[in-house]
């Protein structure tokens, strides 16, 4: 058994709980070996911005084998993590996410999905090319299964063609991430009475789509539209997709990016693995003609570039997209 090693973690943050949270027993749920599924994914983005697949095409042994070696890479001596190093943001990083004050109790390995031939070789660990080949596997099964999530939107939206937006994940230059996120246990942490360690602070994703898969460690919450927060069941054999801020947008406010977080659990190790599925730099992102029939946009005009920007120079919780809509006549 490989015991997981806790990030070096001085400082941290909790969340005092006002409200007990429950768990979300009927999370919209969406077979994709079902073409009439398209409604009930339409449904969900709609009201949640947030659902769960099954019958996704993803082989469980890339799963499970992107898993174990995911497991093993976190289990290394801190000192051999960071070696793991990339250009700024990718890479190892540990308790600091961005740039902006944001921690968590959380290591990660944030990496980019193009880098073509050189992919991962900045990777350590004692099987670093069984490492890679695990996240290749895994990285292009999911993107496909993300496009496919995607093409079903469009279905259901009715607007042609429809791979207006999967085509911008298959574009080669797909400005997409993909992310391994592990909550060591904090059982020697003692926060105020009735709180939580926060392992990733509440956001939106800035991508299009979000597509993640955790063992079976519960954490994962998601806010409904009444901003109460309501834990998700987790689910080792299905796949969560979240509706990003770009999503959002191109569909001008009527899919609804879902806010999100992760709390750390006292007990268990928790491990997810995120595709975050962009377009590319240079694409213009703005609601799409065919949904607008006449209606005026609630955005302006930006390019994916400008918006990662922002992004990356907000805090987590900021509504980043307040920047972006456009003032309504008075």
Not at 22 to 30: A, E, G, K, N
Not at 176 to 185: M, Q
Request: glycine residues 6%; neutral net charge.
């Amino acid at each position: 058994m490989v015991v997981l090693s806790k990030p070096a973690i001085e400082q941290f943050s909790y969340i005092r709980n006002n409200k007990p949270t429950t768990l979300f027993p009927q999370i919209p749920l969406v077979d994709l070996s079902k073409p009439d599924s398209k409604h009930q994914m339409i449904k969900a983005c709609e009201e949640f911005g947030f659902f769960k697949v099954i019958n996704h095409g993803v082989p469980m042994e890339f799963i499970s084998k992107l898993e174990s070696e995911a497991t093993k890479f976190f289990s290394l001596p801190f000192c051999e993590k960071e070696k793991t190093e990339e250009t700024k943001p990718y890479g190892y990083g540990n308790k600091r996410i961005g740039p902006n004050g944001d921690v968590g109790w959380v290591e990660y390995l944030l990496l980019t999905t193009n880098q073509g031939p050189n992919l991962l070789r900045f990777l350590s660990g004692e099987n670093p090319d069984s490492f890679r080949l695990a996240l290749n596997n895994y990285m292009s099964a999911v993107k496909k299964m993300a496009c496919e999530v995607l093409e079903m939107i469009a279905d259901g939206l009715k607007i042609q063609p429809r791979n207006v937006l999967s085509k911008l994940l298959m574009d080669e230059q797909s400005d997409s991430v993909f992310r391994l996120n592990h909550y060591p246990p904090c059982s020697d942490v003692q926060p105020l009475n009735g709180s939580n360690v926060i392992g990733f602070g509440e956001h939106t994703d800035p991508q299009i789509i979000s597509v993640l898969r955790s063992n079976n460690t519960s954490g994962l919450q998601i806010s409904l539209r009444d901003g109460s927060w309501i834990s998700v069941p987790p689910d080792q054999n299905s796949f969560f997709i979240n509706v990003g801020d770009s999503l959002q947008v191109m569909t001008n406010g009527r899919f609804k990016s879902v806010k999100h977080r992760v709390l750390a659990n006292s007990v268990k190790s928790r491990l997810s693995m995120i595709y975050f599925g962009g377009p590319p730099l240079s694409e213009k992102i703005a609601p799409l003609p065919s949904l607008m029939r006449g209606e005026q946009s609630l955005y302006k005009e930006f390019t994916w570039f400008e918006y990662k920007i922002s992004a990356y120079n907000s805090r987590l919780a900021d509504n980043r997209l307040m920047h972006f809509e456009r003032i309504a006549a008075s």
